[in-house]
C-alpha cells in the first residue's frame, strides 16, 4: 500500500523532523510513504477565511493529481470533527480498505484555519485524533505513528503492546 501524508507547511523544527523521519523510515517497511508539504499561508496573506481558501484550492489542486492515478485510491482528512478510532480500529479499517482494492492512501492535514468544506467534501472519510487541540507538527508525527502502529499490529509485530 502506498501512504501519503498530504500537510500544509514544513516542519522547522530538528526535533519534530527527526520524529517524523523516523516514523516514515519504519513506516517504509510495509510500502512506499511519501509525504507532500504545501505552503502554509501566513496572516499577511488575508482573513483565516481567506488563507483557508488558498489553501484549500492547493490542496484540491494536488488531490486531483494524486487522484488522477485511478480509483484505488482513498482520501482521508484529519479534522476535528471526524471519527475517532483506536489504534486497533485503525488498524482494521486499513486492512479492510485493502481487501477492497484500494491501494493508495492520502492523509490531508490542513492547516492552523482547518480544512476548509470542499477539501473535505473530496475526502472520503475523516477521522480525529479527540476533542483536543494539536500543534500540527505535531498532527503529522502521531499520524505517522499511527499508520506504522496499525501495519504493526495487522502483522502481529510486538510493538503494540
Known sequence: MKVTILALGKLKEKYWKEALAEYLRRLSAY??????ELPDYGAQEGSPQQIAEKEGKDILKRLQQLSALGGDTHIIALDSKGKQ??????????DEL???G??????IIGGSHGLPPEVLKQAHESLS??????PHNMARVMLAEQIY???????NHPYHK
Open 31 to 36: 510500502g512506499k510513504v511519501e509525504l507532500i
Open 85 to 94: 478510532l483506536s489504534s486497533e480500529d485503525l488498524s482494521k479499517h486499513l
Open 98 to 100: 485493502k481487501l477492497r
Open 102 to 107: 484500494k491501494s493508495k492512501l492520502v492523509f
Open 129 to 134: 485524533f479527540g476533542k483536543q487541540t494539536w
Open 149 to 155: 502502529r496499525a501495519n504493526t499490529i495487522s502483522n
